[in-house]
């Protein structure tokens, strides 16, 4: 069974920045594709970034206020993916899950993945 498990989030300010890992275990971590998603309460879980497999490019892609300020990344030597985060904004405070997915790719689509981390909080201050 695929386990995540996320690290990396806490407290920062506005403007600072946050690295948040997700180690993949019990599966092929390199026929994933990896995604980043966030939830705040009272809303629906949404998008932020993914990373496709190799075979596929490991095309990327961000929601609309990742863009520029996020970097998704996988390291298959640690089964690991990564999600830096700059230029944080109080409006980026959530809680963050990774996912996979079993086709490789790099949704942005909730249903699509598969196995989910337990999450991770992330809180920016102004």
């Known amino acids: 069974q695929v386990q995540l498990v996320e690290s990396g989030g806490g407290l920062v300010q506005a403007g600072g920045s946050l690295r948040l890992s997700c180690v993949h275990s019990g599966g092929s971590f390199s026929d994933h594709g990896m995604g980043w998603f966030r939830q705040t309460p009272g809303k629906e879980r949404e998008f932020v970034a993914a990373?496709?497999?190799?075979?596929?490019?490991?095309?990327?892609y961000y929601s609309d206020s990742a863009k520029g300020r996020f970097t998704v990344s996988r390291d298959p030597g640690a089964n690991t993916v990564y999600l830096q985060m700059n230029s944080l904004k109080p409006e980026d405070t959530a809680v963050y899950y990774c996912?996979?997915?079993?086709?490789?790719?790099?949704?942005?689509?909730?249903?699509?993945?598969?196995?989910w981390g337990q999450g991770t909080q992330v809180t920016v201050s102004s």
């Open positions: 990373v496709a497999v190799r075979w596929r490019g490991e095309m990327t």
């Open positions: 996912a996979a997915e079993r086709n490789g790719q790099a949704s942005r689509s909730v249903p699509d993945y598969d196995y």
